[in-house]
């Protein structure tokens, strides 16, 4: 497959790498494995002034790591830095609590018997290119520091940054083998998948991509994390106060320009009168985005990663107008260079609309108007997606009990879905399973071993005759 830097605020060719070659990927697994046999067993310590020296890295040379976030999928330069720091805590969270939760954990009521937690090997991660450093440091932070070491297969449209934080752990003498970036195609992904050495696999994107690394593991009877698409709902009830909910719905549908798999994709509004009132918001609000280079800081709407993703957005748009939806604000392509997309707005999406049960991955609005609060969760639920989602209210247990109606891995109330090292990640339904970031990401790759001590010369167990 293509490894390529293409500005996607020009459409500019920028830079082109080769794929890895057969025998240079085998020796990446031997050297991954021997580095594993000696990493697993340095002190979670030693281990943590690694980590933590990739992070303080990355956080010197935040300008640097932003700018090629800019460059290669035309994410804004603020959210580019933004994500940088992020990807740094993501990285000191896990230095700071690995000593925490490998501790070893008694078993209530059964002395003698603990659960130790140890590593698996080679995590082999496929990731995503519209949060490059932040889908990296996700997998890195908790997998290096149980133990296990990483194989990286990054994006095709982003290979300077896959490059970029590969370093980190080269300029902070890592030992080699810790963390690897391959540019392999995707007969070489099968491969990595299937050599025993392999112990786990974690996909983030799409529903495609993860059904097939699924399928390949389970047949070899890995472990996989699957984090896939999402359509989250963003519940508007009736009392939600009005100018910071639409404040709060504009940025959860358009940061990353609207490509992120928790973005608020589908607003709900409760009443039709304040669905006309919440709509003319969203309008005004949307139309004063600022289109231009994602490298200006004035800037507020950049292009999306590729011409595929910016033809891909457009053809569905049109589907949705040729059966009946209508075009509230923009719909199409800006007359310049570059892969852009008008902010958009669609609304009058009946439950016949492909896009019903469709991902929008843009900066593209569905604006749905419901009488009832049953109809707005029936309506949330409505969809193969279980990813994340939204409730604001002014009523914050009356938000906790329509949360818990939404089938969703995740749900927030009175702010977008999001994320943060300590809150654990991940969906249900054909949004994945598994669970990265907090806690719960350590715990995914690791062998929860029982170590259970009886006293020297105690007699063998009892046989009790049931019968």
């Not at 050599?195 to 070899?220: I, N």
């Not at 891995?409 to 249900?428: D, Y």
Request: aromatic residues 8%.
């Amino acid at each position: 497959m293509a490894y390529q830097t293409i500005n996607p605020a020009t459409g500019e060719l920028v830079k082109t790498f080769p794929d890895i070659t057969d025998s240079e990927l085998d020796k990446v697994v031997d050297r991954a494995q021997a580095c594993f046999e000696t990493w697993r067993r340095r002190p979670v310590d030693e281990r943590a002034r690694i980590v933590r020296s990739a992070a303080a890295k990355l956080r010197a040379n935040a300008q640097e790591y932003a700018g090629y976030l800019t460059a290669e999928m035309g994410k804004l330069i603020a959210e580019a830095r933004a994500e940088v720091q992020l990807s740094a805590a993501i990285l000191d969270y896990y230095a700071d609590r690995a000593a925490h939760y490998l501790r070893p954990v008694e078993i209530d009521g059964v002395p003698g018997n603990s659960i130790e937690t140890h590593p698996l090997g080679i995590i082999l991660g496929v990731e995503p290119w519209n949060f490059p450093y932040y889908q990296l440091a996700r997998v890195a932070g908790p997998q290096l520091m149980v133990g296990n070491v990483v194989i990286i297969k990054h994006a095709g449209n982003v290979p300077q940054s896959a490059l970029a934080f590969e370093r980190l752990f080269q300029d902070v003498d890592a030992p080699e083998g810790i963390y690897t970036n391959v540019f392999a195609n995707f007969d070489q992904v099968a491969r990595l998948i299937d050599d025993p050495r392999v112990r786990g696999a974690t996909v983030t994107g799409s529903e495609r991509a993860g059904a097939a690394v699924a399928e390949r593991a389970g047949r070899a009877l890995k472990k996989s994390v699957m984090e896939l698409g999402g359509s989250d709902p963003l519940i508007v009830l009736k009392d939600a106060p009005l100018e910071a909910t639409l404040d709060n719905a504009l940025w959860g549908r358009m940061n990353n320009t609207g490509q992120s798999c928790v973005a608020a994709k589908r607003v709900i509004v409760i009443g039709k009168a304040r669905g006309r009132q919440f709509l003319d918001g969203l309008v005004a609000r949307m139309s004063a985005l600022k289109l231009g280079d994602p490298a200006d800081p004035a800037t507020t709407l950049g292009p999306v990663s590729s011409e595929n993703a910016m033809r891909g957005l457009l053809h569905q748009i049109d589907v949705v107008k040729q059966h009946g939806a209508r075009v509230a604000l923009g719909g199409g392509r800006p007359d310049r260079p570059g892969f852009y997309v008008e902010a958009t707005i669609l609304t009058d999406i009946d439950e016949h609309n492909p896009i019903y049960r469709q991902e929008l991955f843009g900066p593209v609005v569905s604006f749905y108007v419901v009488e009832s609060e049953a109809q707005a969760i029936e309506l949330a639920n409505a969809t193969p997606f279980g990813l994340g989602g939204s409730v604001f209210t002014a009523d914050l247990e009356h938000g906790r009990r329509v949360a818990a109606q939404i089938e969703s891995g995740m749900v927030f109330v009175n702010h977008p879905t999001w994320t943060a090292p300590e809150l654990p990640f991940g969906g249900i339904k054909n949004s994945g399973y598994g669970r990265e970031l907090s806690e719960l990401g350590f715990g995914e790759f690791v062998n929860r071993k029982l170590v259970s001590v009886t006293p020297a010369g105690s007699p063998p167990p009892s046989v009790t005759n049931a019968g």
